[in-house]
Nanobody, 117 residues
Framework: QAQLVESGGGLVQAGGSLSLSCVPS????????MSWYRQAPGKPRELVAR???????TYADSVKGRFTISRDNAKNTAYLLMSSLKPEDTAVYYC???????????WGQGTQVTVSS
């Protein structure tokens, strides 16, 4: 079954950088806006960044100026470049998107990001 697959997570020291990728696995038609969410232990899932097909971006206040979201529409792929990482950025990061035909919402399985102090 088609899905989104995240990669690029890992362990990094505070102040470091990581780059996450979200790629389709299987047949996925044109995706609408693509988003990155994260969920830390004991906390609800929260929106980190979002990008429309036209390139308009939205960021959570906590990551503005540190994270950059981008996408490749031809490849249905999204990226999240994370810089100046902080221990509070530690979470499982999920990719999310949806398509119109047929209507379907996609979530990835998540990739763990751990920032040590």
């Amino acid at each position: 079954q088609a899905q989104l697959v995240e990669s690029g997570g890992g362990l990094v020291q505070a102040g470091g950088s990581l780059s996450l990728s979200c790629v389709p696995s299987g047949s996925i038609s044109r995706l609408n806006r693509m988003s990155w969410y994260r969920q830390a232990p004991g906390k609800p899932r929260e929106l980190v960044a979002r990008i429309t097909r036209g390139g308009t971006t939205t960021y959570a206040d906590s990551v503005k100026g540190r994270f950059t979201i981008s996408r490749d529409n031809a490849k249905n792929t999204a990226y999240l470049l994370m810089s100046s990482l902080k221990p509070e950025d530690t979470a499982v990061y999920y990719c999310n998107s949806d398509q119109n035909y047929p209507p379907r919402d996609y979530w990835g399985q998540g990739t763990q990001v751990t920032v040590s102090s």
